[in-house]
């Protein structure tokens, strides 16, 4: 990607109120609000919403249904840990939902950042032979969406006979595949499969190392084009980045009270006290212990007081201030960028009114005033 082309906007979907700062409100699945969340994303301009995974939350499959009927053009970013169904049975699933969505359906790989988080689900594979498992069966996920003629296969994890199914994919491209992951197994797996590999939103110098690691995976691949790259912030905006700053530090102070913990619990990667297992947690701490604010508007102490507990840190600032910020991120190659608030749904509504378009605007300037190449052996 270069900084004058289009870059797509994520946000993030629940079925009820709640976050690290705020208490749950209301049953565990409130439809009316889970409509209401993600219509303020379409509204709002987002292009797609990621639908999380863990195993106390609500399936994503039926949330991403239960969404896909009542908006319009809204993409779907089911999170998706591989190991629980067939790889057979899971293309058969997104693809039906992808063929009643017309085509709105992408899938985010999660293999899976802690031993105890698994074994809730039954699952006692290793770290490693999780990733393996993932390989495997995004071999198989990728032939079954392409694979017209029935095919068989034997593998560590799978095996199965002449497996034909009747439905592909609602566009011929296929669905999207977002995975996600920090650590040299995330790059080795995510960089041979992913169409986007998502990385959590760290210091711009440490972005560009992971942009790298998955670069040089993809080559290692084989690949001729490396994946997309995805982001992850929690914009605080205000109108001043004095009431920025203000608002930033009532959220850490009410993060740091407990008053969104059964939310933090649910997120957490890692057990007790105990330091994180997966390798994207412990990186944003050590971006924390280093110093709280990074380069144009990065705060880490939100990371901190969560135990960094999925995509904690903060980018705080006016509109304007926050923008910059995330085109810094698409100047190093970032091509998506996934945010989400502390105030979720007001948040999500204030990301489209004020900080969507003005990045969008100066990346349709730059287009617009990009010098045109000039054709080889033309005169110059």
């Known amino acids: 990607m270069t900084s004058t082309q289009a870059v797509e906007f994520i946000g993030m979907i629940g079925t009820r109120d709640a976050s690290e700062t705020r208490p749950a409100a209301g049953p565990v699945i409130d439809p009316a609000y889970t409509v209401r969340f993600a219509r303020a994303h379409e509204d709002a301009g987002f292009d797609r919403v990621l639908i999380g995974y863990s195993s106390t939350r609500p399936d994503g499959l039926q949330v991403a249904a239960h969404v896909a009927a009542r908006t319009e053009r809204l993409g779907l970013l089911v999170a998706h840990r591989p190991g629980f169904i067939a790889p057979t049975l899971a293309a058969r699933t997104f693809a039906t939902l992808d063929h009643f969505t017309e085509g709105r359906v992408a899938v985010h790989t999660i293999s899976g950042g802690n031993d105890t988080e698994q074994r ?122 004095e009431l920025a700053w203000e608002r930033a530090h009532r959220i850490l102070d ?70 910059r910020a995330l085109l810094d991120y698409i100047d190093i190659g970032v091509t998506t960028i996934l945010i989400r608030g502390f105030d979720p749904l007001d948040d999500a509504i204030d990301y489209g009114r004020y900080l969507l378009p003005l990045v969008r605007q100066e990346l349709a300037h730059r287009a617009a005033t990009a010098a045109p190449l000039t054709p080889a052996g033309s005169a110059r």
């Open 120 to 241: 809730r689900d039954g699952d006692y594979l290793t770290k490693e032979e999780r990733y393996d498992r993932t390989d495997e069966y995004l071999t198989v996920l990728r032939r079954a969406w392409s694979s017209a003629e029935p095919f068989s296969h034997e593998g560590r994890h799978y095996r199965f006979e002449e497996y034909g199914g009747q439905v592909l994919p609602f566009k011929e491209s296929g669905i999207p595949l977002y995975f996600g992951g920090s650590s040299e197994a995330a790059y080795r797996v995510g960089g041979k499969h992913a169409d986007t590999f998502a990385l959590w939103g760290e210091p711009l110098a440490e972005t560009a190392e992971q942009i790298a690691s998955v670069r040089a995976a993809a080559a290692n691949a084989g690949r001729a084009t490396p994946p997309g790259i995805s982001v992850s912030f929690r914009p605080v905006l205000a109108p001043t980045e």
């Open 254 to 323: 009410t993060i740091k009270t407990g008053a969104g913990r059964p939310f933090f619990d649910q997120a957490k990667h890692h057990d007790g006290d105990g330091s994180p297992q997966n390798a994207g947690s412990r990186r944003l701490l050590a971006a924390a212990a280093k110093q709280d604010l990074h380069d144009r508007a990065l705060w880490t102490p939100t990371a901190s007081a969560t135990g960094a507990g999925g995509n904690t840190t903060a980018l705080v600032g006016t509109p304007e201030t926050v923008a």
